[in-house]
């Protein structure tokens, strides 16, 4: 109901916009309260398992376990990876800076294992770009498709999928549970909710905010196992 009412919306919008209509009858209907999911993210065993499924014998290989690497360490998101250039890489203070929506830059560390991972990949990435044609190059992209162009969202989700498919037990999981699992692993370690939100470069605070049900989900379940008189 919620999606077809917001179809309409839309729709009438436009109306209104091309002067078909003077006003939008569909701002008229309340949207029907929509029950929040939680993030589906990964425990941490369940994360370094899946990031260390790629065989790194291949050039694929050490590419893509950069890739999963870099997303767990700093929880970009998918596009964000895609739109990644060699300047925004800073190995020396283990930094990277990445452009988020409305090209809002945002500077995010990363660790030991992604900084080692990306070195490797670095090394076997000139195998990819020399794949393409001189006019078709993308020199500075950080990750590149077979055919030695930038690589596509579409192409980390497939990514995703083959190594989900390697992973037994593992099941539904997106490239986006990366990126929930590095903000849940962070509140449940203690780091500062507002420092999360700096991190995940969202604009307001309750973006962030659903990671404490998250959080809280596994604080109850603590509690029960542990409390006398839970």
């Not at 988020?100 to 490797?120: N, T």
């Not at 420092?195 to 049900?213: C, F, N, P, V």
Request: hydrophobic share 40%; net charge positive.
């Amino acid at each position: 109901m919620a999606r077809k009412l917001a179809a309409l919306r839309t729709f009438f919008q436009f109306l209104v916009r091309e002067g078909v209509i003077e006003l939008n009858p569909a701002k008229l209907v309340s949207t029907p309260r929509l029950e929040k999911k939680l993030p589906q993210h990964l425990s941490i065993e369940e994360a370094i398992k899946f990031i260390e499924t790629p065989d790194t014998k291949t050039d694929l290989g050490k590419r893509d376990r950069a890739m999963l690497e870099l997303m767990y360490a700093t929880g970009v998101r998918v596009s964000e990876l895609t739109k990644m250039d060699l300047a925004d890489l800073d190995f020396k203070n283990k930094l990277i800076r990445v452009t988020g929506k409305r090209r809002k830059e945002r500077i995010v560390p990363f660790g030991d294992p992604a900084s080692e991972a990306l070195k490797i990949y670095l090394g076997a990435r000139d195998r990819f770009l020399n794949n393409a044609a001189v006019s078709q190059r993308e020199p500075e992209a950080v990750f590149l498709n077979y055919q030695g162009t930038r690589i596509t969202t579409r192409s980390v989700g497939r990514m995703v999928e083959k190594y989900i498919r390697i992973c037994a037990g593992m099941h539904d999981i997106s490239p986006h549970a990366l990126r929930h699992s590095f903000a849940t692993h962070l509140l449940d370690s203690g780091a500062d909710l507002r420092d999360i939100q700096e991190l995940l470069g969202h604009a307001r605070l309750s973006s962030t905010q659903i990671y404490t049900h998250v959080s809280m989900e596994k604080l109850i379940k603590v509690y029960d196992k542990a409390h006398p008189k839970a």
